[in-house]
């Protein structure tokens, strides 16, 4: 059994793993968390697979040495369609991953038709074309890089109006594509991108709905804690904290963001 109080490390190049924490905190009210917001390399997005990698497997290597969690979260869709089974392969704790909700999106949808958001480095995955292969087989999966979007959760989060354009823009990337216009299922592929979504769901109209895998992480994580002690901060206290690399003249705003996440301090890497 691990010392209860071992925290959960949940992983993210920015603010939107803070979707996936929102889920852990229903379901595991008394763990610890550690958050992380890689923020010096974000986004992730535009940056070879080669890179992300390097990156994801050296920093969750000295976080693990450093705080002994029990478990890791890379709530992040690029890095674990790229760099899963490499933290996997070199880190002696549990690691569970997020990936697009191509299976749910496939059961949902009801014309056959399915878009799928995320960044530009996740869309072209070859795990994405398996997962299609797998669970949507026989439906249209229309995909397109949306970048502008994680940006727009950023700011949105610290306190911003992002400019509607943007999410016109998310909208049109999928509906100019050979039936688009049949699209009733978005796949959100990008934990930034559920921060984002009544903004979507204007550019989009109300007949399309959106599905992210937040939950599923969430169970997965309770699943694998299940039966484990914890001695975490009570709900609604601030006594967890995040670690953000980069330039630190933001943190301030950033911090409001994390406060009602259960999140009281930010720290450097």
């Known amino acids: 059994m691990p010392d209860p109080s071992a925290p959960i490390l949940i992983f993210d190049s920015g603010v939107g793993g803070l979707t996936v924490l929102a889920e852990v905190r ?15 390399a974000l986004p992730y997005g535009d940056k070879s697979e080669a890179e992300i990698a390097a990156r994801v497997c050296g920093l969750l290597g000295r976080l693990a040495e450093r705080y002994h969690p029990r478990l890791i979260c890379i709530a992040c869709n690029t890095a674990s ?22 299976k749910p999106a496939a059961e949902m949808t009801q014309s056959g038709v399915i878009g799928l958001l995320g960044t530009a480095a996740t869309i072209r995955q070859a795990y994405v074309d398996r997962l299609e292969a797998e669970f949507a087989a026989g439906k249209l999966l229309l995909r397109h890089a949306a970048p502008e979007l ?27 594509q050979p039936r688009g216009d049949e699209i009733d299922t ?12 009544p903004e979507l769901s204007a550019a989009f109209g109300p007949k399309v709905r959106f599905i992210d895998g937040a939950q599923g992480i ?10 484990q002690p914890w ?6 206290q601030d006594q967890d904290f995040a670690i953000v690399t980069g330039d630190a ?21």
Do not use: W
């Not at 229903?26 to 010096?40: E, G, H, S, T, W």
């Not at 994680?150 to 999928?174: C, H, N, T, Y």
């Not at 969430?218 to 039966?227: D, M, P, S």
């Open 186 to 197: 978005v796949v959100l592929a990008c934990t930034h991108f559920p921060l984002l979504l």
């Open 249 to 269: 003249t933001d943190n301030p705003a950033l911090l409001r963001a994390f406060q009602p996440f259960g999140i009281g301090r930010i720290l450097p890497l």
């Open 231 to 236: 001695n975490g901060p009570a709900a609604g």
């Open 26 to 40: 229903k379901m595991l009210p008394r763990a610890r968390v550690i958050y992380v917001a890689d923020r010096a």
């Open 218 to 227: 969430a169970r997965r994580v309770a699943y694998l804690t299940q039966g």
């Open 81 to 102: 369609t790229i760099a899963l089974g490499m933290v996997r392969d070199v880190l002696e704790v549990p690691v569970v991953g997020t990936v697009p909700a191509i």
């Open 150 to 176: 994680v940006g727009a959760a950023e700011m949105k989060l610290r306190g911003g109006s992002p400019d509607p354009a943007i999410f016109a823009r998310a909208a049109q990337g999928l509906r100019s």
